[in-house]
Structure formats: C-alpha cells, structure tokens
C-alpha cells in the first residue's frame, strides 16, 4: 500500500509541475540578494520535471548546488499579474544530450500549505 501511495504523490507532483507552466513562464532570481538578477524560461521535461536551461559555460551554473534552496520569483505570461515569491530547490544539474552545451537545472517548488511541507518537481 505504502508504494501505491508514493507513486501517486510522484504522479501528484509531476501534474502540479506542469500545472506550474500553465500559470508561470518565467523565473527569476539573485543568488544572496545581490548582483545581478538571472532570468530564464521554465520547461517542463518529463524525465526532469520542472527545470530551467543554463549555458554550461555560465557562470551561474558553477554556483548552483544541488539542495541549494532560492527565493524565486515566477512570472506570469501577462504582465498584468505580479511575480509569485517561491522558495525553490535546485535538485539537480544535468547536462542534456537534445540541448548541446546546456544543462537542465532542476526546480522543486518548496510550498508550505496547511503546514505541510510540498515539495513539487
């Protein structure tokens, strides 16, 4: 029963990513809340998840570590709505084959509803 339940929560939380996608287009954010401020397009790839694409020779891709926890500022498509603060973890840094000299950046919503700690990838 406990495994039926984990499958369905990695179901839950794929959907909720690209649900994610259906609300926000962009993200951007500061590392330390200075210097510059990066922006990039949400993806959605479904053997990764909710991710962002980084040239490998960026400097930011160096500083991102897996479990880093940002704050992080989701952009809607419109510009009438204003960006929704998250806290986000990096979980994970690949380099993708289809994306030659990128890597995708793995994003997991941090959310806090109920109480509850949700972590949305």
């Known amino acids: 029963m406990e495994e039926k339940t984990a499958l369905n929560r990695s179901a839950e939380n794929k959907s909720d990513s690209r649900n994610i996608?259906?609300?926000f287009y962009s993200v951007q954010?500061?590392?330390?809340?200075v210097g510059p401020t990066y922006l990039f397009k949400l993806r959605y790839i479904p053997l990764n998840g909710l991710c962002i694409l980084v040239k490998e020779d960026s400097s930011i891709l160096k500083k991102f570590k897996v479990g880093d926890i940002l704050d992080m500022e989701y952009?809607?498509?419109?510009l009438s709505d204003s960006p929704k603060l998250l806290k986000t973890q990096i979980?994970?840094?690949n380099c993708h084959d289809h994306f030659n000299g990128h890597?995708?950046?793995?994003l997991s919503i941090i959310d806090k509803q109920d109480g509850r700690l949700r972590i949305l990838r």
């Open 75 to 78: 952009n809607t498509p419109g």
């Open 29 to 33: 954010f500061s590392l330390n809340h």
């Open 91 to 93: 979980s994970s840094k």
């Open 103 to 106: 890597s995708l950046v793995g």
């Open 21 to 23: 996608l259906d609300t």
